[in-house]
């Protein structure tokens, strides 16, 4: 039943996501000073939301697992981890790209784009270490702990670049700025192909999550198999 | 008073079960033999009992406290695999260190009487590098003692020890029994344990297979519980 | 009372274990001199880019040469077992984490103390004249290497790859600590007070360290009792 809701969900992420393409693409106008580029903006800002949102229900989740020591709390921080840097990955990418049709540069060191960078390292660091612990339970408390850090940290970045690089002004707009002028139409479409990230990130999750059980439960196979023989 | 208790103890790894319900209780002054196969939990359950470790599910009392409690581990003194020692300090140093962690009342005279008495007061300021095997294990004999506790926890203590560390340990082991300590000692030398416990525990893959006291007939054949309770093959 | 006397037990041993064989000393302070050596080629001694970046190549060798000694911290724990008779002692995991922090402070500070001087000379510039403000600065940043390295420590001492591991968790967080300090650093490195402009690098180092350190004070237990 689980699963059927969970393959639900992600036809309905895919087919919102279709939607949202066919209007991005086809209805909405051109952005005044940016031309056509402009729109790879909606699959720039809802990854980053999203992977935030993954980062924090990784750490509340690494908490829990601390004070209650439940398996289901380690599996989902680190699914939601994994997804969230996907997410990020897509964020820096996007960004990337739009750089370089905008202008000219593959990569500038401004805040966010900083901050960004920094945030996928710190998470790369969180999967490393769990490759790096074979022991699930102590896996599972250091990972934890580093969950807690990771975000506490992260945090910290975004402010500290934010101040940082906004006394050295960069060539890349602020997009906030824009924010306050955007046409209503494209602002409805931000927060519809947000709705339709959550959604994938949702389903991805879901997905992972389910692997991750499953890798459990062949490990502790092997574990029993190597133990009778 | 009851020193030691455990009940209904589970320790997993993962999904492997290390130590299955496993539950027993003594009384103070009682020397424990631990005996069991290689793999059969041992020192899982030492580490348990020693605060390293917590059980997955399942009680553990030590004293009439949680292991983890500062007050019950300033009273338990431990000798695990390792000896628990720095290479690059002396021994002096080394018992120091101890003293100060355990909050010992006098630390320079405490160190003192345990260089005597383990008959490193010659070498005190030598480095624990440049120590003999059999003088690294009576400073780990020292560390473990430097405190006075009443609750010991010895993992194989007797294993690789030279015949003078033996002596020593099985010295002090009494002494300390006199006095109303507790010692839970896990060996595979089964004649020099024997003759000190008062109680033997078997464990067989994690579950505990005889737990009892230590009798007349187990002293004169040290195998009697493997024989009687062990693994069929 | 006995809190501060176990923490001190515990400085004072690793102290005097590095002091005497000087292993990670010797390593990180070569490392240091060679990195501050090889950005004689990076950047023209002379120019005025030199004072630009003076905080940032400062800070760039503290941070490298700073993980030698860090990678030590809980690994010399490991021979003889003797981080198992350090947990089951009644040490808090509190001031076990902040003895080996401190000792992993003054053990870079002891590699800054002997970086500045030989910054200044090689490539000869005055540097002191706002040394305690230099000093407090210093210690903040040097504090938080030491926090993040010895909780990062404690959670890779059991890994087979724990020396490329550390610095990879270590690095990414530390940034804003590392920039505020060589923001700062560059602003003290060429004589001017800190102005209202910069004042917020100091909030950031101070704000860094009070949350991390209390974080890493809180879970150290939980990491090290298995």
Same mark, same amino acid.
């Given at each position: ?10 036809i309905f992420a895919a087919l919102y996501f279709v939607r949202n393409l066919y209007v991005i693409l086809l209805q ?96 790369? #660091? ?5 490759? #790096? ?97 | ?27 103070? /002054? ?35 406290? =949680? ?82 506790? =009443? ?19 099985? /010295? ?31 464990? =067989? ?15 004169? =054949? ?12 | ?24 000393l010797n390593a990180s302070l070569s490392f240091a001199v060679v990195i501050l050596l090889l950005f004689s080629f ?185």
């Open positions: 039943m689980r699963d059927k809701i969970i393959y639900g969900a992600g909405l106008p051109d952005e005044a000073m940016q031309g056509a580029v402009y729109r790879i903006f909606f699959f720039h800002l809802p990854p980053y939301f999203t992977a935030v949102a993954c980062f924090l229900g990784a750490a509340i989740a690494s908490g829990l697992y601390l004070k209650t020591k439940n398996w289901k709390y380690d599996v989902f921080a680190v699914s939601a981890t994994e997804v969230g840097l996907a997410l990020a990955a897509i964020n820096l990418v996007t960004g990337m790209i739009w750089g370089r049709q905008q202008w000219g540069i593959w990569w500038t060191w401004d805040a966010r784009l900083t901050s960004a960078l920094i945030t996928w390292l710190i998470y790369l #660091g969180y999967l490393m270490l769990r490759e #790096g612990i074979k022991d699930p339970s102590e896996r599972a408390k250091n990972s934890a702990v580093l969950s807690i850090f990771a975000f506490f940290a992260v945090y910290f970045t975004y402010k500290a670049n934010e101040w940082y690089r906004t006394q050295h002004p960069g060539p890349v707009l602020t997009i906030r700025t824009g924010k306050n002028t955007i046409d209503p139409a494209m602002q409805a479409m931000l927060f519809h192909n947000l709705g339709a990230f959550l959604l994938l990130a949702v389903v991805l999750v879901a997905v992972r999550m389910n692997l991750e059980n499953s890798q459990r439960a062949v490990e502790s196979l092997r574990r029993r198999a190597h133990a009778i023989a | 008073m009851t020193a030691l208790q455990a009940h209904d103890l589970w320790k997993y790894y993962g999904d492997f079960a290390a130590l299955q319900k496993v539950g027993f209780e003594f009384a103070a /002054g009682s020397c424990v033999a631990l005996l069991g196969r290689n793999g059969a939990g041992k020192t899982t359950l030492l580490r348990i009992l020693a605060g390293l470790s917590q059980a997955s599910e399942g009680e553990v009392r030590i004293l009439d406290g =949680n292991p983890r409690q500062a007050s019950v581990r300033s009273r338990i003194g431990i000798i695990g695999h390792g000896i628990g020692i720095y290479d690059d300090l002396s021994a002096e140093e080394n018992l120091l260190t101890f003293a100060r962690l355990y909050a010992v009342a006098n630390p320079a005279k405490a160190v003192d009487h345990w260089l005597e008495r383990t008959d490193l007061a010659r070498v005190r300021r030598g480095k624990a590098r440049e120590f003999s095997r059999g003088m690294r294990q009576r400073l780990a004999i020292a560390r473990a003692f430097i405190h006075s506790p =009443n609750f010991l926890i010895l993992d194989e203590p007797f294993t690789s020890l030279d015949d003078r560390a033996i002596a020593l340990l099985q /010295g002090l082991l009494k002494d300390a029994l006199h006095q109303g300590a507790t010692v839970v000692l896990s060996t595979h030398q089964l004649k020099e344990a024997l003759e000190l416990a008062s109680h033997v525990l078997l464990l =067989n893959r994690g579950k505990l297979a005889f737990s009892g006291v230590r009798t007349a007939e187990m002293l004169a =054949n040290p195998g009697w519980v493997y024989q009687h309770y062990g693994e069929a093959a | 009372m006995t809190y501060f006397n176990q923490v001190f037990a515990i400085a004072g041993k690793d102290l005097r274990s590095e002091l005497r064989t000087k292993e990670a990076v950047v023209d001694p002379d120019s005025e880019m030199l004072e630009q970046m003076s905080g940032g190549l400062l800070w760039m060798v503290f941070a490298f040469s700073g993980v030698l000694i860090l990678n030590r911290g809980f690994a010399r724990e490991l021979p003889n077992d003797c981080l198992d008779a350090l947990i089951a002692s009644p040490i808090p995991g509190s001031a076990l984490f902040f003895g080996k922090a401190i000792a992993n402070f003054a053990l870079i500070a002891i590699i800054e103390a002997i970086c500045f001087p030989v910054f200044g000379i090689l490539y000869n510039l005055t540097w002191t004249a706002q040394l305690p403000v230099l000093v407090a600065v210093s210690a903040l940043a040097t504090w938080a290497m030491a926090t993040l390295g010895t909780m990062f420590g404690a959670l890779t001492v059991n890994m087979q790859l724990r020396e490329l591991m550390l610095p990879m968790l270590i690095y990414p967080m530390l940034i804003p600590a590392l920039m505020s300090a060589m923001q700062l650093t560059t602003l003290l490195v060429a004589g001017q007070a800190i102005d209202s402009e910069h004042i917020i690098w100091l909030r950031v180092l101070i704000a860094f360290d009070i949350i991390f350190t209390s974080l890493a004070a809180v879970l150290v237990e939980t990491v090290l009792v298995g």
